[in-house]
């Protein structure tokens, strides 16, 4: 499973629309983040959303957003890494190197 820093935006979103996605997104949303999908989640002032998400690749990340319960987003992905694993590695490889 990979990890990703997902950021989504969305225009104006209607009212009536709104209130009818809501409950069922925060339902939707809730089920992500108990069963480990997410991570974390939170809103960006206009309309932006920022998610923490596991999933085995973007496309099956975007098929899942896109069919979430929510107002359409466009979405853009960055894989992530453990941050502490990246720089063992780097130090290792460089220890490598001059030896």
Do not use: Q
């Not at 992905?77 to 460089?94: A, P």
């Amino acid at each position: 499973m990979r990890k990703f820093l997902a950021i989504g935006h969305h225009g104006p979103v209607d009212p009536e629309l709104g209130l009818r996605i809501a409950d069922v997104a925060v339902d939707w949303i809730s089920a992500r983040l108990a069963d480990g999908t997410f991570d974390c989640l939170y809103s960006m002032a206009g309309g932006g959303r920022m998610i923490v998400a596991n999933a085995d690749s973007e496309e099956t990340l975007l098929a899942m957003l896109r069919a979430a319960p929510d107002a359409p987003r466009e979405w853009t992905f960055t894989e992530l890494f453990d941050g502490i694993e990246v720089i063992r590695k780097y130090v290792e490889s460089m220890r490598s190197e001059n030896t």
